[in-house]
């Protein structure tokens, strides 16, 4: 659903990534060739300032959790209860 580029990770597409979240609860961010950041940094830094779990990552895709905060956009947190 996102894509990092040359130009790295900023305020902005930290913000749409967690608009993003509050939405889908599960997006996925892609890591370009062009870029110079590294998963793992992108991980700890996207847990830190949206709050979210970085649920998987392989290659230079990370898979990002978090819990929608409005009852209607619950779908994937209400199964995850449920287990």
Request: with cysteine.
């Amino acid at each position: 659903m996102f894509q990092i580029g040359k130009g790295g990770i900023n305020s902005a597409m930290m913000v749409q990534i967690e608009e993003a979240l509050e939405k889908r609860e599960l997006i996925k961010v892609t890591l370009l060739q062009n870029t110079d950041e590294i998963p793992e940094e992108v991980a700890g830094i996207l847990e830190e300032t949206v709050r979210c779990q970085v649920v998987q990552i392989i290659g230079r895709v990370l898979v990002l959790y978090k819990p929608s905060s409005k009852e209607k956009y619950q779908r994937i947190s209400k199964e995850v209860n449920a287990i």
